[in-house]
């Protein structure tokens, strides 16, 4: 298990760009097979909204999200990266990071994923 923080998150208006980033908790470093981000909305349950597997850096995208979303990683920093543009009222949710420690054929699903982290509000008014 790993203790991720997320960080970025905030309020814009519709149309706007927020990053958020999700690090292990005091720098610590780790070894992840993938890492991934979801969110949920008041009401709802988690959505799959991106993830990115480390090594070969293969991405994949919900559906809501494609083509506004990018997710990117800094080895160095042991950082992960979602860039969110064209942001839209419907985005808002509180957004979770997550690794997934070991190597398996999906990383879509909660399931997938071993540690995740506390989470950070994502407000987009219209």
């Known amino acids: 298990q790993v203790q991720l923080v997320e960080s970025g998150g905030g309020m814009v208006q519709a149309g706007g760009s927020l990053r958020l980033s999700c690090a292990a908790a005091s720098g610590r470093t780790f070894s992840s097979y993938a890492m991934g981000w979801f969110r949920q909305a008041p009401g709802k349950g988690r959505e799959f909204v991106g993830a990115i597997r480390w090594r070969v850096g293969t991405t994949y995208y919900g559906d809501s999200v494609k083509g506004r979303f990018t997710i990117s990683r800094d080895n160095a920093k042991n950082t992960v990266y979602l860039q969110m543009n064209s942001l839209k009222p419907e985005d808002t949710a509180v957004y979770y990071c997550?690794?997934?420690?070991?190597?398996?054929?999906?990383?879509?699903?909660?399931?997938?994923?071993?540690?995740w982290g506390q989470g950070t509000q994502v407000t987009v008014s219209s």
């Open positions: 997550a690794a997934a420690l070991f190597a398996r054929p999906l990383v879509t699903r909660p399931g997938d994923f071993d540690s």
